[in-house]
């Protein structure tokens, strides 16, 4: 079940007129849990096994954790929470990685090691609610949060369907106390929340999934295609994960809204930053805060010398990129971002204030400086987007070989005009117009929440957004499946 199919329509308007007609808060949240937990057993019902073991470890040792001013006690039962959640997330997410390494070094000295080739099947979602329920536990450690004692509000905070596949990986600092109080309905939130899904819905269906008909079809076969079409394939990749992503944090964030809770930002128009170390406060805003508060932190984060902080940022960008998955293209992904970055981190006279108010700047047309840092920036992201869309370490080097070797030949760029005409072209003007709306609409969270259509007249404003939404459906390509990117994370 995913935001943008009918089964999910249909379940969201049951699961809303039920919550809102039940009195008690609690019955409310019990609502939520079961709903959560229909919603994630509808890809395999032994998913839910899975994550109500894991709560019930972080409920139970959060509970303990909080009972205890012994501090070796306390840091025992912190290292049991981390033992649990990570070996958990390593038993899933790298078991493959690591037997199948294991088997091929096997496999040099002469032995066949068919013993290993077991295939585990990672569960969705795995990643964002253990870094969650993993969160719980610290900060009952540091002393940031008390442990919740009842289990029907803890549930509801890590199985909140809305987010739970695919983040917002929200801190239970945040989201716990909004199920500990009870919420009235607010017809201007829920609005502004219909609104803000109907935004994520456009760009998925619109842009995020013909992107990645381009996409897919240049990277399934990488070596049949020249420089200049890996060069668009990539751009379209940068611009497709983004769109996707974004657009299910929207969607998220929006449904949340309906039940009266407020999740958190988790993109602030990452393509208009102009460094790097910009773009990571912008991109996964709840995945990159999570490991500077963690990882990076703990670690020492800015307080140590130069080339200590230097080691802190690479191990937290190779640690986030392994996140993403077991492979050598995830580590290079992630250390290739760190290394960008570092320059602007570690040299005073680059690591200059920024306003995180506004992207690309506060006037409303950018400087041609800022339109050379944005390109740059850029630039470097989509070169770090090779090792993490193509399917091995060997194909992206491959990849980024030939596009500068072979970006260099007129026949190689005629070729990938000819192929690249009509509807890529229509979708050009429409990527162009959705940035364009973005960059005017970047102090509002969501273009929709613009106060201008406010002004509208209520009629004209529902028929503009019922036509926006029946265009959306008829752009729908039938070829996609509809899945999003990070699901497989």
């Not at 995913?2 to 007609?21: G, H, K, N, Q, R």
């Not at 740059?376 to 399917?391: D, E, G, M, Y």
Request: glycine share 6%; with cysteine; charged share 15%.
């Amino acid at each position: 079940m995913t935001f943008i199919t009918l089964t999910f329509a249909v379940f969201l308007m049951l699961v809303f007129a039920t919550y809102w007609s039940l009195p008690r808060q609690l019955a409310r949240n019990l609502l939520i849990v079961v709903a959560s937990y229909i919603f994630y057993g509808w890809w395999d019902w032994r998913f839910c096994l899975l994550m109500a073991g894991a709560s019930l470890v972080d409920f139970l040792l959060g509970l303990a954790i909080s009972s205890t001013t012994d501090l070796r006690y306390r840091r025992l039962l912190l290292v049991l929470s981390l033992s649990a959640n990570l070996g958990l997330l390593g038993f899933f997410k790298y078991f493959n990685f690591f037997a199948d390494s294991f088997a091929r070094l096997l496999n040099v000295i002469g032995w066949h090691a068919s013993w290993v080739e077991l295939r585990i099947i990672l569960p969705v979602g795995i990643s964002f609610y253990t870094f969650q329920t993993l969160s719980y536990t610290i900060d009952i450690y540091r002393g940031h949060l008390k442990a919740e004692r009842n289990p029907i509000n803890y549930l509801a905070f890590v199985s909140f369907f809305p987010q739970l596949v695919a983040g917002p990986i929200e801190r239970a600092t945040n989201l716990l106390p909004q199920f500990q109080t009870k919420r009235a309905f607010d017809y201007e939130e829920a609005a502004d929340g219909c609104r803000q899904f109907l935004w994520g819905f456009c760009k998925k269906l619109i842009l995020a999934d013909r992107l990645g008909l381009i996409v897919d079809h240049v990277y399934a076969d990488s070596s049949a295609h020249h420089g200049p079409t890996l060069i668009i394939a990539t751009i379209a990749f940068a611009f497709q994960i983004y769109c996707d992503f974004s657009a299910y944090s929207d969607m998220a964030i929006g449904t949340a809204k309906l039940f009266g809770i407020r999740l958190m930002q988790n993109f602030a128009h990452p393509y208009f930053s102009r460094s790097v170390a910009e773009f990571w406060r912008r991109w996964h805003i709840s995945l990159s805060t999570w490991f500077r508060d963690y990882v990076y932190i703990p670690l020492g984060g800015n307080r140590v010398s130069r080339s200590a902080q230097a080691t802190n940022i690479l191990i937290t960008f190779g640690l986030s990129g392994l996140w993403h998955g077991a492979s050598w293209n995830f580590l290079i992904w992630g250390l290739l971002n760190g290394l960008f970055i570092l320059p602007q981190t570690l040299l005073p006279r680059l690591n200059t204030k920024r306003s995180k108010e506004f992207a690309g700047g506060e006037s409303s047309f950018p400087t041609p400086k800022s339109i050379a840092s944005m390109f740059v920036t850029f630039l470097l992201i989509s070169i770090t987007w090779v090792f993490f869309r193509a399917p091995t370490l060997d194909s992206s080097i491959d990849i980024l070989t030939r596009m500068v070797t072979e970006s260099f030949n007129g026949t190689y760029w005629h070729e990938m005009a000819t192929l690249y005409s009509g509807d890529q072209l229509r979708l050009l003007w429409l990527l162009v117009g959705f940035f364009t709306i973005e960059w005017f609409t970047r102090l509002y969270p969501h273009p929709f929440a613009n106060p201008l259509l406010a002004r509208l007249w209520l009629p004209v404003r529902w028929a503009a957004f019922t036509a926006i939404f029946w265009t959306a459906i008829l752009m729908t390509n039938q070829e996609r499946t509809g899945s999003f990117i990070y699901f497989q994370f």
